[in-house]
């Protein structure tokens, strides 16, 4: 399978603890995406990557939340402090860098904060 | 944020109807995709038009776009079963992050 992987698939933590979620994107994209959706609501852009360098944040991108993607290759999303709001599913895609910038996702990681 | 509105929010139909889904956003646009995502699984993508083409289609897919009402519809005909889903416009504008609506959830029943 040459699609996007993320693990883990499911995360359930309590508050306050922190998270680490990967990506392994398709290996010949150069961008990677993070994004998270709740439930009834479209994905909502949190951060993205061209090739190691982190391009752009969202501001629901708050100072606990850190992402990283080393080698260019697989990125990984950390939350620390985790709160109830962070509850949600955590998408990753990943795309060439062309203008049509058709994105490929992954099948997510749910996490759940008791 | 979300982009826009996805209209209707939920579409109910039989198996061989039709089922058009519209979308609106905000802002200027180099193209608009639209995604499905059933439920509990990840999102594919379905079709791409560019800011600058009124029609496109692909196999029972038929989207428009008309940039001077900044919106969108998606046309599935002959419905399956299997086209029971979440359906999400996404914009792609200035930077390269997708903009998603909320989503209409079509019902295909058989």
């Known amino acids: 399978d040459t699609g996007v992987s993320q693990n883990p698939r499911h995360k359930i933590t309590k508050r306050g603890q922190n998270v680490t979620f990967r990506c392994d994107p398709i290996?010949?994209?150069?961008?990677l995406y993070w994004y998270r959706q709740t439930l009834g609501q479209g994905p909502e852009f949190l951060t993205y990557?061209?090739?190691?360098?982190?391009?752009?944040k969202s501001r629901l991108l708050s100072d606990r939340f850190s992402a990283e993607r080393p080698k260019g290759s697989f990125s990984t999303l950390e939350i620390q402090r985790t709160e109830q709001g962070d509850s949600a599913m955590y998408l990753c895609?990943?795309?060439?860098?062309?203008?049509?910038?058709?994105?490929?996702f992954g099948p997510g990681t749910r996490l759940t904060v008791l | 944020s979300q982009q826009g509105e996805e209209d209707p929010q939920a579409l109910s139909i039989q198996e061989g109807e039709n089922a058009t889904m519209n979308c609106s956003y905000k802002?200027?646009?180099?193209?608009l995709q639209w995604y499905r995502q059933n439920s509990g699984r990840g999102l594919v993508h379905l079709i791409l038009?560019?800011?600058?083409?009124r029609e496109k289609h692909s196999g029972r897919l038929r989207v428009t776009l008309d940039t001077s009402k900044k919106s969108s519809s998606l046309l599935i005909t002959a419905s399956r079963a299997a086209d029971t889903a979440s359906y999400f416009c996404?914009?792609?504008?200035?930077?390269?992050?997708?903009?998603f609506g909320a989503g209409t959830i079509l019902r295909v029943k058989s």
């Open positions: 895609a990943s795309s060439l860098a062309i203008l049509e910038n058709e994105q490929f």
């Open positions: 290996s010949e994209h150069n961008r």
């Open positions: 990557f061209q090739n190691e360098a982190q391009l752009e």
């Open positions: 802002t200027s646009i180099n193209n």
């Open positions: 038009i560019r800011s600058n083409e």
């Open positions: 996404a914009t792609v504008g200035g930077g390269n992050k997708l903009v």
